[in-house]
């Protein structure tokens, strides 16, 4: 029963769900793997999901904060690779740190 209810879930907010990610991260790729995701937790919890209503709740804030996350480690590591210190890292750096240890 639980698992058929998984499954209406997945075939009415798949898609509703891939183009509301979209919206935050504009990779298309990027915002199926967040859904997939986000559909993977539901699995796994899913003697939690018998409301529908609650579910598709979790389901679009659950997508939201996954998006806001992925931005968040976008900027952040397009921070460290504008940062000038994280840059001139000697080339041999983690050779030379492997050979010490």
Known sequence: MIKNNIKILFDTYYKP????AFGYI????????????????????QEKFTDTI???VFLYRTVKNKCLNWLKHLEV????LN????????????EKEMIKA
């Open 17 to 20: 769900l891939c183009n509301f």
């Open 26 to 45: 504009k990779v298309n790729d990027i915002a199926e793997d967040i859904v997939q995701d986000t559909f993977v937790n539901v699995w796994e919890n």
């Open 54 to 56: 609650s579910s598709k």
């Open 77 to 80: 590591r397009a921070e460290k």
């Open 83 to 94: 940062n000038p210190s994280f840059n001139d890292f000697d080339n041999d750096f983690f």
